[in-house]
């Protein structure tokens, strides 16, 4: 069992950068893929980035491509979402998410097992 806390959230104006934290229980966090989900109001929770537990591969929306990069700390237990070039559209509930081992799909929300309780990214314009 993993649990998840994520933590950064806050709000920003337009071009202003946060950084999200999540903070993973247990001892194989190094085993995990890692990813961050978004949820805006009214709409379909959509992925936003992913690291891969083994090669460390990364995959990021089209969307957030060139201003969010994600990466961890497994010393630390925890994964991260640097976020620059705020937009207002990045307005959103940020969840982070795991799964064991390597998944092709990482894009998509059903391949997770584990989810955190998500943190709140507002970026006024």
């Known amino acids: 069992q993993v649990q998840l806390v994520e933590s950064g959230g806050g709000l920003v104006q337009a071009g202003g950068s946060l950084r999200l934290s999540c903070a993973a229980s247990?001892?194989?966090?190094?085993?995990?893929?890692m990813g961050w989900f978004r949820q805006a109001p009214g709409k379909e929770r959509e992925f936003a980035a992913a690291l891969s537990a083994t090669d460390g591969t990364t995959t990021y929306a089209d969307s957030v491509k060139g201003r969010f990069t994600i990466s961890r700390d497994n010393a630390k237990n925890t994964v991260y979402l640097q976020m620059n070039s705020l937009k207002p559209e990045d307005t959103a509930v940020y969840y982070c998410?795991?799964?064991?081992?390597?998944?092709?799909?990482?894009?998509?929300?059903?391949?997770?097992?584990?989810w955190g309780q998500g943190t709140q990214v507002t970026v006024s314009s």
């Open positions: 998410a795991a799964v064991k081992g390597v998944t092709w799909y990482v894009e998509s929300s059903k391949e997770y097992d584990y």
């Open positions: 247990g001892r194989t966090f190094s085993t995990y893929t």
